[in-house]
């Protein structure tokens, strides 16, 4: 199937037969003019924290060593790639509106679906390999050190990496063989996929089947996986004799099952709810959820719930201050 849609792609090159579109326009969070300098302060703070927020905690796990463990290797991942995702987002949306423009380019648009896939991909598979960690740290502690090793860790990251970029690359170039009518508006602040196929005039059958296959796997699969880890995690903790054994494997949990929590929660509830309903604005809402507003927690529910997290913060903050 792969390759047949290649070919078709080719052909289309060859006999001109691809789209005259040149840009799309982008309707945003609201078309009111008088909101546009609240949506632009608003989202350039919430910005800023997310990049500042998760720059720390890179920055924090790479100059402590004590916190040269896989689990904060994963969180370091992780914060990259938040960092990654609300950029590929938010940073066109407020170039839209400094310059009262709602255009970006067919190409642009393009190339954000793809990055949005890929990241969106990637904190699946990294919230899955996290879970896999624990699982591992608190059901097998002895063998923890042999399992979970460097050369692991760095294959764990890579192949979750090569999965999104398959997958991000496999829609892009579906994409190429659609074409547009004369309607143009996203009813969302980035190109989200479902929304620029809704646009089109051609048969889109073949992307939405893909859509739906590949989110089912790529995302029901690690939400499995998880679910999985956490019920043997259960398991493990409640067959322990120790009250204390039990609120530190608990601990340990915490915030990655804090931030699990909210990163499906806002996309199945409120995703749901606007199949239900319909609304675009609805499904804008859930967009701004899993794209902004999780980035925007991740580090603070990773050092507020973990003493090490914020040890290493107030001692990165410390050393920062006696340089100036």
């Avoid at 078709?8 to 691809?18: A, K, S």
């Avoid at 340990?252 to 909210?262: E, I, K, M, P």
């Avoid at 806002?266 to 999780?294: D, E, G, N, P, R």
């Amino acid at each position: 199937m792969v390759f047949h849609n290649v070919l078709r792609i080719i052909d289309n090159m060859e006999t001109g037969n691809q789209t005259a579109v040149t840009e799309f326009f982008l309707l945003g969070l609201s078309q009111n003019p008088a909101l546009q300098p609240f949506l632009f302060g608003t989202f350039l703070t919430m910005y800023l924290i997310t990049v500042s927020g998760n720059l720390l905690i890179i920055l924090a796990i790479s100059s402590n060593p004590h916190l040269h463990t896989p689990m904060y290797f994963f969180l370091s991942n992780l914060s990259l790639t938040d960092i990654c995702f609300c950029t590929t987002t938010i940073i066109k949306m407020l170039v839209n509106i400094q310059t009262q423009s709602k255009s970006i380019s067919y190409t642009g648009c393009l190339t954000q679906i793809c990055f949005v896939l890929i990241f969106a991909c990637l904190e699946n598979c990294l919230l899955a390999v996290m879970a896999y960690d624990r699982y591992v740290a608190i059901c097998h502690p002895l063998r923890y050190m042999a399992i979970i090793n460097p050369h692991l860790c760095a294959l764990l990251i890579l192949l979750s990496l090569c999965i999104s970029m398959v997958n991000a690359l496999l829609h892009s170039l579906m994409m190429l063989c659609v074409s547009f009518c004369t309607d143009l508006e996203i009813p969302q602040f980035f190109c989200e996929l479902s929304q620029v196929l809704k646009l089109a005039c051609s048969d889109t059958l073949l992307n939405n089947i893909l859509l739906y296959f590949m989110t089912s796997v790529l995302g029901g699969g690690p939400f499995l996986g998880i679910i999985f880890s956490y019920m043997q995690i259960v398991s493990s903790i409640l067959k322990m004799p120790s009250t204390g054994g039990r609120y530190k494997a608990f601990s340990t949990c915490g915030s990655h099952l804090s931030v699990v929590s909210l990163f499906y929660g806002t996309c199945f509830s409120v995703y749901l709810s606007s199949a239900a309903s319909l609304s675009s604005q609805k499904s804008t809402i859930a967009s701004v959820m899993y794209t902004v507003v999780t980035p925007l927690l991740n580090p603070f529910i990773y050092s507020l719930r973990n003493k090490d997290m914020m040890g290493a913060l107030r001692k990165l903050i410390l050393r920062t201050c006696s340089f100036h």
